[in-house]
């Protein structure tokens, strides 16, 4: 299958190409499980060349297992062949961490690079031992400069082809654009016809920072997930109109609005039909009815939010944007 893709960075660079849709790992509980191995294999068979992971899923060693037995059976014939994103943690947010976290993960992904590197949120945490949930004492305000120059230094080295952020919102943006010398190529946030983030993605668009879409199906199974999406009413009569799945409409809307969507399922009949959205379009009118929307986030990201810490509310978080 040939998935189209979305080109980061500048014009001028020639844009590192991105395939339009990622394979997610993200299972709840956060925690290593061969299942994983064995959905990157079938994921790559099927066609899938993007892949996303983080420290925090606990996911990036049997992701590089995957990777390593696709390579071995002859799935495909060279690494280059697949984009691989992962993300640093809270706890490793700080200008000293960032790099031996970035190293850490390729060694837990039999890599020597990854495609994207993304800061994972905009907080930071006491360093030590990677906690999930995340102890509310632990969580502090991030140095944006000093971790952003760290990232920097990443794709300087070439440990990472292209650096971005997740969970950030304008303002934050602002000030990390404010000092930087490489913008971030990617901003990865939850994003579904539910929570469209129409002034964020205006924004991104006139910064040139590409979207990813992560939960784009609300996330349903998940502490913070909803069936918001599967179940609302306009986007089932649209996907029984144009004989899909409501899945598939909301993947395709969100690659519409030129976005890649991040989606994670480990059933062969699931990643196959979460594919097929590249050969058709919405309707006019589909994207009217989808427009109009009652808007309302998902994850509002309450575990990062702490009397003692840098952010006292969800509006605070997300600096209104919600």
Not at 225 to 248: F, M, P, T, W, Y
Not at 259 to 278: A, G, Q, T, Y
Request: with cysteine; charged share 25%; aromatic share 10%.
């Amino acid at each position: 299958m040939n998935i189209p893709v979305i080109k980061l960075g500048s014009v001028e660079e020639g844009g590192v190409p991105m395939p339009g849709i990622a394979m997610g790992t993200a299972s709840f509980p956060f925690k290593e499980t061969e299942a994983t191995r064995d959905a990157v294999v079938e994921a790559i068979k099927v066609g899938y060349r993007h892949l996303d992971t983080a420290a925090a899923y606990n996911s990036e060693k049997y992701t590089g297992e995957g990777i390593a037995e696709a390579l071995r059976i002859g799935l495909i014939d060279s690494r280059d062949e697949l984009f691989v994103t992962s993300k640093l943690w809270c706890q490793d947010a700080y200008p000293q961490l960032v790099l031996p976290a970035l190293r850490k993960s390729l060694e837990n992904l039999q890599l020597e690079y990854l495609d994207l590197y993304l800061i994972h949120w905009p907080v930071s945490m006491k360093p030590g031992e990677l906690k999930y949930p995340v102890p509310k004492e632990d969580i502090c305000a991030m140095d944006f400069k000093g971790v952003w120059e760290a990232m920097e230094e990443c794709q300087r080295l070439g440990l990472a082809k292209s650096i971005g952020v997740s969970n950030f919102s304008c303002k934050k943006l602002d000030e990390l654009l404010s000092t930087a010398k490489i913008p971030p190529a990617v901003n990865q946030v939850e994003m579904h016809p539910v929570w469209q983030q129409k002034k964020l993605r205006e924004y991104c668009y006139t910064k040139g920072i590409r979207l990813c879409a992560y939960s784009p199906l609300g996330a349903k199974g998940t502490p913070w997930g909803a069936n918001l999406v599967v179940d609302n009413e306009r986007l089932r009569e649209i996907a029984k109109k144009r004989g899909k799945s409501v899945a598939q409409v909301s993947l395709r809307w969100i690659w519409e609005q030129g976005v890649c969507p991040v989606v994670k399922s480990f059933k062969e009949e699931r990643m196959v039909e979460n594919l097929d959205i590249f050969d058709w379009s919405l309707t006019q009118e589909d994207l009217r009815v989808i427009d109009v929307v009652p808007q309302q986030k998902i994850n509002t990201a309450e575990e990062f939010i702490s009397p003692f810490g840098p952010y006292k509310t969800p509006q605070e978080f997300w600096d209104g944007e919600i």
